[in-house]
Nanobody, 114 residues
Framework: QVQLVESGGGLVQAGGSLRLSCSAS???????AGWYRQAPGKERDMVAV???????LYADSVKGRFTISRDDAKNTAYLQMNNLKPEDTAVYYC?????????WGQGTQVTVSS
């Protein structure tokens, strides 16, 4: 069973930066990689996705601040988060869509203090 392992979350002050990583436990063919987040009491929302051609889509709230990327040779996706705001506080989940199945990471907490 493929597992996605996330890292890079933590506590940061407003205006700071974090870089999240998501790596698959074995080689997978990733169609679309994405990052989602869920704040307490809210639904899980899309943050950013990237396809095989590296076309990207971002939530309006993070455009210009977050950058998604992927390294297929490493079975890894990244989310660079700059100029973080308190409203970015949430559990961040990665997601890989592959030809055979789709997979979710366990989530990593990002907390932005004001």
């Amino acid at each position: 069973q493929v597992q996605l392992v996330e890292s890079g979350g933590g506590l940061v002050q407003a205006g700071g930066s974090l870089r999240l990583s998501c790596s698959a436990s074995e080689t997978v063919s990733i169609n679309v990689a994405g990052w989602y987040r869920q704040a307490p009491g809210k639904e899980r929302d899309m943050v950013a996705v990237i396809d095989r051609r590296s076309s990207t889509l971002y939530a309006d709230s993070v455009k210009g601040r977050f950058t998604i990327s992927r390294d297929d040779a490493k079975n890894t996706a990244y989310l660079q988060m700059n100029n973080l705001k308190p409203e970015d506080t949430a559990v961040y989940y990665c997601h890989f869509d592959t030809p055979h199945s789709d997979y979710w990471g366990q989530g990593t907490q990002v907390t932005v203090s004001s």
